[in-house]
């Protein structure tokens, strides 16, 4: 059977699949390309790299530029930052939409109409940049950490997919048989609702985190004191506004190295900050994929 | 006994019956704890500065604060239709916004039309897997590694430039006409893989049978793409185009900002930029009640055009946002 279906394959098929797969092959190239000389490129000798000699390959091994990253204080501060930054952020995200996300499922709350056309209602117009800083300046939050921890705290786009999660896949019955047996509804939500989201709760700690640790904005806005500036500022100073010390560098003597070690440390800086991103993403891509999908559903 | 017992029955009916709003608003009080935070979130940070919106009517004075400032009714908003920046953030705009359209919106739908023929799962997997990676790049790395591997003298381009021409190619990242392809080519490496995940969920719900009968009809593989994959895909198709093209005013500031140099600004000043620079990135006195009105004046743009769509949307295909 397997084989006559095998057999079956017109010769018309046959080009078709070729063709797709080739198509295919050349866009995973295209997407890899880029990632792999710069991955390579750090992993080379500055005077190659200065020299335009890497292609494909690491040309003249050598982990100079990553000792070059981690020489930099600002770099750690960063990391330190973001991370904290990402934790937080993430811990008041997850909460605050979770708890908008349980109270707009229930069914015949009063006032859920006017409170879910609150929320929305702001994916649609809003303040805007400037009253959104001047709020921040009249509540002090410039300049200190709630400023990179509050603002977003819930996107209202998470918010609905999470209601929507919860309308679709845990029965309003359950709420109802709970509250019979005496259940308040602070206990349903800790421990009938969370437990039974988890597969929520991972897309949007996800999204969120994605979302805290690679933005830069909210933080060159509302953030003036180095020693606050998450990773993404400090990617930004050396990588786009080029303000590399050069104290900092190696053998500051060695002129003609200068250039080829500043790009080695751009090209090393990236993968540092790019790192675990990459390194937890084939993990936890379904949950991404999951996510994508609830929010396709209308909410 | 069954007196009580009677009239216990009989209250109950009572308060049955009487289910009125208040019980109901009552019943549910741990319900409003719940949504206590996430409202006063709302109205405080979505809200409120709502209210800073009468800036875009006023002349902002630091001592006065934004209520006590003085209204200058249309001054703003005449001030900048006449400015010669109106002449070219909105065309840049809306440039950007288009090509990124046009070019953006059909590859994800051609590249998961191609992705759902192939039959090995290992290798549908793999695609999948590095096609969608670059969607997690910050917008700081991505422009980073434009300036490096464009640059025309250390980076790729200029090695293979080199090669090519035995020269040193132009500089396209301070060519202000490259910048837009720049811009929105760089946007669909990164995003394409991960825009086609919506359509490739719409592809696991095509019917087998209907793929196995026309099979049997002798359809080529090719044909199936055409006439049963793309008609199965093409409401969602539909959907996804009506709404982007609601966002066709707005480009966001993220990416653009850090992409600009003194020499492409003139094509690449956006609305958004505009906003930031005048109303808070400014390096002399910032001006609030400018940056106000010509963010409000985009945003009151976006609302229509999103209303718009909507409605074109539910016309169509039943479908909408609300």
Redesign the interface.
Known sequence: MKKSKAVKISTADRTFYITADVILWLLVLLVSYPLIYILSASFSDPSNVAAGKVYLWPVGFSLRGYEEVFRHDQVWVGYRNTIFYTVFGTFINVSMTMMAAFGLSKRNLPGKNLFTFLFTFTMMFGGGLVPFYLLLRDLKMLNTVWAMLIPGAISVYNMIVARTFIQSNIPAELSEAASIDGCSDFRYFFEILLPLSKAILAVLALFYAVGHWNSYFNAMIYLRDPSLFPLQIVLREILILNQIDPSMMLDPSQQERLEGMADLLKYSLIVVATVPIMCVYPFVQKYFIKGVMIGSLKG | MKQVAASASGARSVVKSKTT?GH??LR?W???I??L???A??L??????????Q?AFKKFDMKLG?WGSPWVGFDQFTKFFSSPYFKTIIPNTLKISIYSLIAGFPLPII?AL??N???STR?RK?????????H??????L???L???L?P????Y??IG?KLLGTYPVDILGKADAFIHIYVWSGI?QNF??GS??YM?ALTSVSSELHEAAEIDGA???QRLLYIDFPSILP?ATIMLIMNSGQIMSVG??KV??MQNTLNLSQSEVI?TY??KI???SSSIPD?SY??AI??F??VI??VL?VLVNQVSRRLSE?S??
């Open positions: 709003l109901r608003i549910n741990q319900i409003y719940f949504l935070l996430p409202l979130y709302l405080i940070f979505a809200y409120y500065p709502m209210t800073g919106l800036l934004i590249f191609l992705l023929t192939v039959r290798f793999t695609v999948q897997t590095i096609t969608y990676l670059p997690f790049i910050s917008v700081v790395v422009v980073g590694m300036n490096q591997l640059n003298v250390v980076g790729v200029g090695s080199m490496w893989g991960w995940i919506i969920a080529s593989r090719f969602t500031y993220e900002y850090l958004s906003v930031y109303g808070i990135g609030y940056g106000t963010g409000l985009n945003s976006n609302l999103l479908t946002l609300w």
